[in-house]
């Protein structure tokens, strides 16, 4: 079992940047290739990024890819999303997941993930 927590969101101005946090507890974190998600108001769950266990391996959707960055660091079970020139668009909950392998070769897809956390709110206005 693995638990996650994010935390970083908020509400920020159009060009802000903000940086989102996920703890993990539980498993080996490093066992584990992470992920964040989005899901605004009346939308899916839209995938944003992507690592494989090391962070070497990073994966982007094209609408954040150039903005965002995903990194961890294993020695503090934490996974990041730096977000940087915030859109309108990138108004939403966002969540970070775990997979059960060290390379996840579902990493676009939530149904590739085993364990969530709860969300934090990220609101960019214009």
């Known amino acids: 079992q693995v638990h996650l927590v994010e935390s970083g969101g908020g509400l920020v101005q159009t060009g802000d940047s903000l940086r989102l946090s996920c703890a993990a507890s539980?498993?080996?974190?490093?066992?584990?290739?992470m992920g964040w998600f989005r899901q605004a108001p009346g939308k899916e769950r839209q995938f944003v990024a992507a690592?494989?266990?090391?962070?070497?391996?990073?994966y982007y959707a094209d609408s954040v890819k150039g903005r965002f960055t995903i990194s961890r660091d294993n020695a503090k079970s934490t996974v990041y999303l730096q977000m940087n020139s915030l859109k309108p668009e990138d108004t939403a909950v966002y969540y970070c997941?775990?997979?059960?392998?060290?390379?996840?070769?579902?990493?676009?897809?939530?149904?590739?993930?085993?364990?969530w956390g709860q969300g934090t709110q990220v609101t960019v206005s214009s």
């Open positions: 997941a775990a997979s059960t392998s060290r390379y996840n070769t579902r990493y676009q897809y939530a149904a590739g993930y085993a364990y």
């Open positions: 539980g498993r080996t974190f490093s066992s584990h290739a």
């Open positions: 690592d494989s266990w090391s962070g070497t391996s990073t």
